[in-house]
């Protein structure tokens, strides 16, 4: 029997809803597959921690993480707190500690739904975006000088280091030779920032000619962002800076018909160089307008989990629970409403646990 400790952030908001149906999920699917269980242990760090305490999470929280093999996480952030606070007090220095460089965000419209873009069909929207997840745009380099005056002064400063830039393409590079994906797209903007985007552009170009088997083109970042819109069925493996890359698989989760639905995983992918667990969570934030309403799409939270259990080796068992996902979606029976459905967040979570169920009979 294999063991997996996993600490549970729920957060805030939607978040508790949908980490509520993913571990009930996760743990369900161990059940099934009888060969690895998930020990998980819950914190209630989050915006009402921080108006308790005045700090999203306790001084000894990132010691308190290093001790388990991955990370579930809800959301972060809600009208009582700056999203600034809530995010630089919790989600980032977890990110930054651990180095959890690889932020992956997979966009495929699953079988059954309908986005935006008329007559696009899961073949059509099926690509990975690779965000660098630890410096650049977010490094928290910058500050601010003379306050309050018509002087004030505001710098944010976007950090680029050769190693950073270098492996998170590679990363990449490798990500489609491992998936038989065939292009590798990169998100850069060398025109306006002649200095970090013509670095990255040379990288970008040196560790692409280490891989002549896949190819490899570039786009400036809104020439990029429309041809998610126009040709998505062109792109295969997307990477770009931690900034451009925020943005643009946003639109990604436009495109697969809601935001509801896109998972990620912010990764250290190297085990021998590993600070800390990896952490999982679903693309969306807290949402607070449909806070506490039970119709929160916790298709992207349990896709996490999904994604979680890849990283931890269990690989079978992920493939089932993809395959539970698609049967719910295909059949179109089960939505919440932003699908155009009238199921809650706990049915929905009970059709994919059903269809689980039935794939290991």
């Not at 729920?10 to 996760?26: F, H, N, R, S, Y």
């Not at 739904?113 to 059509?124: I, W």
């Not at 990449?172 to 990255?200: C, D, I, P």
Request: charged share 20%; with cysteine; hydrophobic share 40%.
């Amino acid at each position: 029997m294999r063991y997996h400790r996993i600490a549970l952030l729920p957060g805030d908001g939607i978040g508790q809803d949908v980490i509520a149906e993913g571990v009930q999920t996760l743990n369900l699917l161990a059940s099934l597959a009888g060969d690895f269980r998930l020990e998980t242990q819950s914190f209630d760090w989050s915006c009402e921690y921080y108006l308790q305490h005045g700090r999203m999470m306790p001084p000894e929280a990132l010691n308190t993480l290093r001790e388990f093999d991955a990370i579930y996480f809800g959301a972060v952030g809600f009208p009582t707190v700056p999203d600034h606070v809530s995010l630089h007090g919790m989600l980032l220095p977890i990110r930054q500690e651990f180095d959890l460089y690889v932020n992956l965000r997979p966009i495929r419209l699953l079988p059954g739904l309908e986005g935006p873009l008329r007559g696009r069909t899961t073949a059509d929207v099926n690509f990975v975006c690779v965000r660098e997840n630890t410096e650049g745009e977010y490094a928290r380099s910058g500050g601010r000088i003379q306050v309050g005056t018509p002087q004030e002064v505001a710098t944010q400063t976007a950090i680029f280091t050769r190693q950073g830039t270098e492996r998170i393409i590679r990363y990449a590079f490798e990500l489609a030779r491992r998936e038989g994906r065939h292009k590798v797209t990169s998100a850069t903007k060398s025109n306006a920032l002649q200095y970090s985007m013509v670095f990255w552009d040379e990288v970008y170009s040196a560790v692409a000619a280490e891989y002549p088997d896949i190819t490899a083109d570039k786009w400036h970042v809104d020439a990029l962002a429309a041809r998610f819109v126009t040709h998505p069925q062109t792109l295969d493996v997307v990477v770009s800076s931690n900034l451009f890359g925020d943005i643009l698989t946003d639109l990604g989760g436009a495109l697969q018909g809601s935001l509801g639905l896109p998972p990620s995983g912010n990764i250290h992918p190297v085990a021998e160089t590993r600070r800390g667990p990896s952490l999982f969570e679903p693309v969306h934030g807290s949402a607070p307008d449909i806070a506490g309403k039970g119709i929160a799409n916790p298709i992207g939270g349990i896709w996490s989990g999904q994604i979680m259990l890849e990283y931890l080796g269990e690989r079978e068992a992920a493939t089932q629970l993809m395959r539970a996902i698609e049967a719910v979606t295909a059949a179109r029976e089960v939505l919440t409403p932003d699908l155009g459905g009238r199921a809650t967040t706990v049915e929905v979570g009970k059709a994919i646990r059903t269809a689980l169920r039935k794939l290991y009979k």
